[in-house]
């Protein structure tokens, strides 16, 4: 007997104000209908949060990332379970390199010195590093110029490409914007990533 597929999931879960939130997707949504379901609903979260990032300086904003906080304080929803002393140590790490990071000139720099510095800390994983570079670098004028892949957005591109591009090997390293279908050229790399993590189980065989 074959397995049976897994169903896709009729709703999808959005962080608001640092809260889950679960937010129906009607069924056999194609892929305009689940980027324009994104603007509408979703894009403004990941705005507000790093819209706050920009109005800080940059210590703070460091301080404030390291700890895995959004900028009005909360802790990120997606990594509520990574452990307190493992954050404590790798704000101290980064804190001694401020200097050097803030003078970072571009995303792919600033991502992979915070990598650098956090990678022999354990329990603190790529999509950390990711959302500290991205926050932080918001507070200094840089912007991510490529889809940054980890975790649940890794996940979602894998889906996505399966039915667009099956022939593409969708790796954990930034791609640029081009790369994806053209339903997503309205968005920006920052967003793209956060769009592919929100809707990735619905991206399997998502229609065009």
Same mark, same amino acid.
């Not at 840089?142 to 889809?147: D, F, N």
């Not at 889906?159 to 790796?171: A, G, I, R, S, Y």
């Given at each position: ?62 301080? *404030?990332? =390291? ?6 304080? $909360? ?6 379970? /990574? !452990?307190? +002393? ?68 890794? *996940?979602? =591109? ?6 667009? $591009? ?6 954990? /390293? !930034?791609? +640029? ?32």
């Amino acid at each position: 007997m074959k397995p049976r597929k897994r169903a896709k999931p009729n709703s999808i879960r959005i962080t608001v104000n640092s809260n889950i939130q679960k937010l129906e997707v009607p069924r056999n949504s194609t892929l305009r209908h689940l980027v324009e379901m994104y603007q509408i609903l979703c894009r403004h979260n990941l705005r507000e949060n790093l819209e706050g990032f920009k109005r800080m300086d940059f210590s703070k904003a460091l301080e *404030t990332a =390291a700890m895995a906080n959004e900028s009005n304080g $909360k802790r990120m929803a997606h990594l509520h379970r /990574a !452990p307190k +002393d493992k954050l404590e140590t790798a704000k101290v790490e980064l804190t001694k390199k401020a200097k050097e990071l803030a003078r970072c000139k571009n995303f792919d720099d600033l991502f992979s010195k915070v990598e650098k510095i956090v990678q022999p800390i354990k329990k603190l994983k790529k999509m950390y590093v990711y959302d500290v570079a991205l926050r932080i670098g918001v507070s200094n004028g840089i912007w991510p110029g490529k889809v940054y892949l980890q975790c649940g957005a890794l *996940t979602g =591109a894998r889906n996505l490409f399966k039915t667009w $591009k099956p022939d593409e090997k969708v790796k954990p /390293a !930034p791609f +640029d914007n081009s790369v994806f279908p053209g339903e997503l050229h309205c968005l920006n790399a920052a967003e793209i990533e956060d769009f592919l993590c929100i809707f990735e189980e619905h991206l399997n065989g998502v229609r065009r």
